[in-house]
């Protein structure tokens, strides 16, 4: 693994570190990009990585979107992220997430973190009987806290409809066609939401019998993975993993709006001028999918406060989404900066860099 301060995604990364535990087979990475607003915040993604570099740059990168998404939500939390690089066959153990749970703790607070790809609620369970620096943990009896991804799901369905006012100029999602890259927890959640309004939904995952259940559940089109960027559609939706859009698919592209929760979307900086060039509403990434992250910073402070938070105080503070992405397109509209830029910007000032 190269030296990360030479990555081209390293962003003067308050801290970034390899742990490594022998006797459980551990090795992740934490990033923790800044805590100017309080505790690094962000989940833990379980993957397996081709190669170790690709495990440092989805660090590096994810943890700095954190830091954005964290500051664009009003949340009291800087930016962080771990990810456990999996072996082929993605062991997961029990010892190997009391490891993890170890590292976490090592930090003091530092760093607080929740579910991603690959890590489930039983995970985060496991790794509180480590430290306390954790949420997303279950509850009950209409308590915040428990699974983000629906919170997530919900925050993008309201920002999908918040981009087909301001682009389409149509207050009904009914017939508004919907292609969603992704159909697990958030894109699955985003699609019945959407189907539940009329829209006319195409759906692709690399878990193609995944997609085609779905389809067939809420009257859909199921389509091929490597065919769903370049459907005919208003809306495209990106809920699987980032750097898809790029040079080779923003040309390709068939839809007026660009609004999913995959984090990354934009291979590069300057993809977001390529959209505004062509002339697609973007829904920076960060801002539309904070929804988990909003669940997740609510449960965990009041935890720390003695408290319990009801989830319609959560719904009520991922409702205003909406608010957000149309103060950045009306930014980028008037001044002609690309949203992206809009946004990012916004975000650089609140956590002072």
Request: aromatic share 4%.
């Amino acid at each position: 693994m190269t030296a990360f301060w030479t990555e081209p995604d390293f962003d003067d990364h308050e801290l970034v570190q390899l742990v490594h535990d022998r006797k459980s087979g551990l090795t992740a990475i934490i990033a923790l990009h800044s805590t100017h607003l309080g505790p690094a915040g962000g989940g833990t993604r379980f993957w397996h990585y081709g190669e170790p570099k690709a495990a440092m740059r989805d660090a590096l990168r994810l943890s700095r979107g954190m830091s954005y998404k964290n500051a664009m939500a009003g949340l009291p939390m800087g930016g962080g992220k771990a990810v456990i690089l999996a072996d082929e066959n993605r062991t997961k153990t029990p010892e190997l997430m009391a490891a993890f749970g170890d590292a976490v703790d090592a930090l003091g607070g530092r760093y607080v973190t929740a579910e991603d790809v690959g890590i489930t609620e039983a995970d985060m369970v496991a790794v509180s009987q480590r430290t306390s620096f954790v949420s997303g943990l279950p509850s009950s009896d209409g308590k915040a806290g428990g699974d983000p991804g629906p919170f997530t799901a919900m925050g993008i369905y309201l920002g999908i409809k918040a981009a087909v006012v301001h682009k389409l100029g149509t207050d009904s999602m009914a017939g508004v066609r919907v292609a969603i890259q992704g159909t697990g927890s958030v894109g699955g959640g985003v699609a019945r939401l959407l189907a539940k309004d009329g829209a006319k939904l195409v759906l692709a995952d690399v878990d193609a019998a995944r997609a085609r259940a779905l389809a067939e559940q809420i009257g859909a089109e199921a389509v091929a993975p490597d065919t769903i960027l370049t459907t005919e559609c208003d809306v495209l939706s990106p809920n699987a993993l980032g750097a898809i859009l790029d040079d080779r698919t923003i040309p390709a592209l068939n839809c007026a709006i660009v609004a999913g929760g995959a984090n990354n979307q934009l291979a590069r900086a300057h993809h977001g001028a390529l959209l505004a060039e062509r002339g697609i509403l973007y829904a920076p990434d960060y801002v539309i999918n904070a929804g988990g992250i909003i669940s997740v910073a609510t449960e965990y402070f009041a935890r720390v406060e003695g408290k319990h938070t009801d989830v319609s105080e959560v719904d009520a503070l991922v409702a205003r989404i909406p608010e957000r992405l149309k103060r950045i397109w009306n930014e980028s509209e008037a001044s002609g900066t690309p949203s992206d830029v809009v946004a990012d910007r916004m975000a650089q000032e609140r956590i002072g860099r």
